[in-house]
């Protein structure tokens, strides 16, 4: 479950593939970086990518930006999301750009995948 969460590029609807990076802030007050990608011609391909900062980084990563917890979502947006529909390889690199914001506060982050 998520407290705060906002989308930082989601790629336009009529392409085939669908990917999409949100960033939350659960309710364990982890910092969560999602990346989801779907292929509607190859669905073996989908999958869902998650970096997860435990609450203890999550606080580091926060003092380290002067943000309030609950701002993190809005603070990724501002520094690496897109306001407008994309491509898929746009959301690769603002996922990418996401974890080189969390690794540069010191931070740490473990990866989860799911399908």
Known sequence: MCKFEKNLITTDADL??????????NTRNELVIEYIFEDD???WSNFKKLAIVDKEDTIKLANYYNVEMEHLPQFFYDECGIPYDSVP????????ESLEIILESGAQYKFKEAI
Request: no cysteine; proline share 10%.
């Open 41 to 43: 011609q190859k669905p």
């Open 16 to 25: 085939p593939i669908a990917a999409s990076v949100y960033a939350i802030v």
């Open 89 to 96: 390889s746009q959301a690769e690199k603002i996922f990418k």
